[in-house]
């Protein structure tokens, strides 16, 4: 089985509003969600292979806050093109992966992430508490039933977990 982790970044600040969408940083609540998020990983044993991460400054400080969870393995690829990428752009995105790949976790935004994984989850397998609000530093769990990521289509995910900020305390 493979594992897809999508992993919405932290709460980002709005206190400069002369910086560009892509340059925000992480606020200070933000910040707190993605230490206590790796701080998750490291306890449930998430080990990801491959680290897919936005280029967006958020999106990089999120993974920079939560990396010492993920343990020294993981290659982290940072990709413009997960900016602001929709659901069928990430699916395409997921597809060129090299199949040996066990585990891969997608760092991105909404709304594209939440429907990623709305696409990748079939009905009666968690699929409901994805519908409502994916919220920042939202991190989901999925099982895949493909063996392949070149195979990767609807439906072809289960939700394992799903782990809010909120959740972690």
Do not use: F
């Not at 919405?8 to 560009?20: I, M, Q, V």
């Not at 343990?71 to 690829?77: D, S, Y």
């Not at 994984?117 to 939202?138: C, F």
């Amino acid at each position: 089985m493979k594992r897809l982790y999508l992993l919405r970044h932290a709460k980002s600040s709005w206190d400069d509003p002369g910086l560009a969408d892509h340059d925000r940083p992480l606020a200070p609540r933000g910040r707190r969600a993605a230490d206590r998020l790796g701080r998750h990983c490291k306890r449930e044993g998430i080990r990801p292979a491959l680290v897919l991460c936005s280029s967006a400054t958020r999106a990089r400080d999120t993974l920079e806050r939560i990396r010492p969870g993920l343990g020294p393995q993981a290659r982290v690829e940072a990709d413009r093109g997960l900016y602001a990428a929709s659901a069928t752009e990430l699916l395409e995105r997921l597809r060129r992966l090299p199949d040996a790949l066990p585990s891969v976790l997608l760092v991105g935004h909404n709304p594209g992430l939440q429907e990623l994984a709305l696409l990748l989850v079939h009905e009666g397998a968690g699929r409901e508490r994805l519908e409502g609000k994916l919220p920042t530093g939202a991190l989901a769990t999925l099982t895949l039933r493909r063996l392949t990521w070149s195979g990767l289509h609807p439906g072809d995910a289960q939700l394992t977990e799903l782990v809010r900020p909120r959740d972690l305390g």
